[in-house]
């Protein structure tokens, strides 16, 4: 089965500072993975995907993720950090069959901006 | 806005309780997802919908039910409510089947069971 990992539950940036926030998938083929981002009392809204096009995707808002399968990561990066980004973001995978698209998400990291 | 949208926004219910969470896709989307969102088990796959058809089904107690219509729109039916039903209820709508496919998120209901 796939999955994601997403490392720490917080993480703390100064504003203007680079984000890093990291995602390792298992996966028995190449993976469609997906980074989320979730607002205070929002709904999940997509930042950015790779569907094996290109191992560099941007994404909105200045983020983009490198796809590198030696590593099996898929970490997200901004290069400077806005208070607006604090929020809960989510790497997720997609059903390896393709018959179905079922997302399986990591467990989230919050992402702390300060002045 | 992702156009996805649901009703209600919140709702409080009392154990043993039934209730039902509405769904409306985005407009050509034929495929809706369900998830729950928990403290303690994160976002969860509950069960996915294609043209009013079951495609798949992930952590969903026998409890829940859900239905997709010839509108397209769906419904998720959960019955017999206990304190661990508590949650925050996503439903997802993408074009089509394709694993590469975005989904787009609606806002969520909040359910309280006391």
């Known amino acids: 089965a796939q999955s994601v990992t997403q490392l720490g539950s917080h993480v703390s940036v100064s504003e203007g500072a680079l984000v890093l926030l990291r995602c390792n998938y298992s996966s028995s083929v190449p993976p469609y993975l997906f980074w989320y981002v979730q607002y205070p009392n929002q709904g999940l809204q997509l930042l950015l995907k790779y569907t094996s096009a290109a191992t560099l995707v941007k994404g909105i808002n200045g983020f983009e993720a490198e796809f590198k399968k030696s590593e099996t990561s898929f970490h997200l990066t901004k290069p400077s950090a806005h208070m607006s980004d604090a929020a809960e973001y989510f790497c997720a995978v997609s059903d390896e069959t393709g018959a179905n698209s079922k997302l399986t998400f990591g467990k989230g990291i919050t992402l702390s901006v300060r002045p | 806005d992702s156009g996805v949208t649901q009703t209600p926004k919140h709702l409080i219910t009392a154990t043993g309780q039934r209730v039902t969470l509405r769904c409306s896709p985005r407009s050509g989307d034929l495929s809706v997802y369900w998830y729950q969102q928990s403290l303690d088990q994160g976002l969860q796959f509950l069960i996915q919908y294609y043209n009013g058809e079951e495609r798949a089904k992930g952590n969903i107690l026998e409890r829940f039910s859900a239905q997709q219509f010839p509108d397209l729109h769906s419904e998720l039916n959960l019955s017999s409510l206990e304190l661990g039903d508590s949650a925050l209820y996503f439903c997802?709508?993408?074009?089509?089947?394709?694993?590469?496919?975005?989904?787009?998120f609606g806002p969520g209901t909040r359910l309280t069971v006391l």
């Open positions: 997802a709508s993408s074009q089509r089947l394709a694993a590469y496919n975005e989904q787009f």
